[in-house]
């Protein structure tokens, strides 16, 4: 192990969040990112995250692959990468801050108005997943934030929770992976991420098991009620973001 890394509180975040992810399909960046940030270098933290992702996601879709919108995987995944590009040549045009406020934003108000008035709003078919996945294809290719818009879109669609969570992980396996490999071709996996993320691997498997456990135990109508508190959650950190910077 290596002597300058607090291994206990980075694998008690790490089974943290996994046991979201694994729960309810995404929130392990969101959970593990600002924990991690407070006690090791973003340098370290980022690509620890990444190489843990696609570990969650394969574990999760060799579970529920049969559950999966194949369909919408495909269109929003083709979308995603069309979009990737834009994002990419106009990164240095376009405000960070600007951004992350409106979607900050558009996630709280989504939230917040369904907690209030659950299920008012459904896309009836998956002919919007191009417009949700090009959105994020934007946004992950300028910022690395490919998500809201892609969870947003799973939401919208009314998936119950286990073709949510599954539909999710064969979109962010793909897009994932590559992020994950990018890191490494750019020299981000050093010796000490890969130390962690080996150490953190019983601990990453123990909390899919307890995480896919207690999701099966959720009613479908409580599962989208948390899926919006996690959303709500995400809008604030985002919005905490912008105040800050």
């Known amino acids: 192990m290596v002597a300058d890394v607090p291994f206990l509180p980075v694998l008690l975040i790490l089974f943290l969040s996994t ?14 990112m600002p924990l991690l940030a407070l006690i ?26 049969r559950h999966i919108d194949l369909k919408s995987t ?9 979009g990737i590009p834009i994002g990419i040549l106009y990164l240095k045009q376009i405000n ?12 709280i108000v989504f939230s917040l108005y369904s907690l209030a008035k659950p299920g008012l709003h459904r896309l009836r ?16 290719g300028a910022y690395n934030t490919n998500g809201p818009p892609v969870i947003l879109y799973g939401v919208l669609r009314g998936w ?64 989208n009620k948390y899926v919006y508190v996690i959303l709500l959650a995400l809008g604030i950190i985002l919005l905490i973001k912008v105040i800050v910077a």
Not at 75 to 81: M, P
Request: contains cysteine; charged residues 15%.
């Open 96 to 107: 960070e801050n600007v951004v992350n406020l409106v979607l900050a934003l558009v996630l």
């Open 160 to 223: 119950k929770p286990e073709s949510f969570r599954a539909t999710l992980q064969s979109y962010f396996l793909p897009t994932g992976g590559a992020i994950m490999i990018g890191q490494g071709l750019a020299g981000l996996w050093t010796k000490t991420v890969l130390t962690t993320y080996l150490y953190s691997l019983p601990l990453v498997f123990l909390a899919i098991v307890l995480g896919l456990k207690i999701s099966r135990k959720i009613p479908a109508e409580k599962f």
């Open 19 to 32: 046991f979201v992810r694994s729960t309810f399909g995404f929130g392990d960046a969101l959970v593990a």
């Open 74 to 82: 495909m269109r929003l995944i083709i979308s995603t990468l069309a």
């Open 40 to 65: 090791l270098p973003i340098k370290m933290a980022t690509p620890v995250v990444a190489l843990i992702a696609p570990t969650i996601a394969i574990c999760l879709l060799i579970k529920e692959w």
């Open 125 to 140: 078919d998956d002919k919007w997943a191009f417009l949700f996945g090009f959105v994020g294809g934007i946004l992950g």
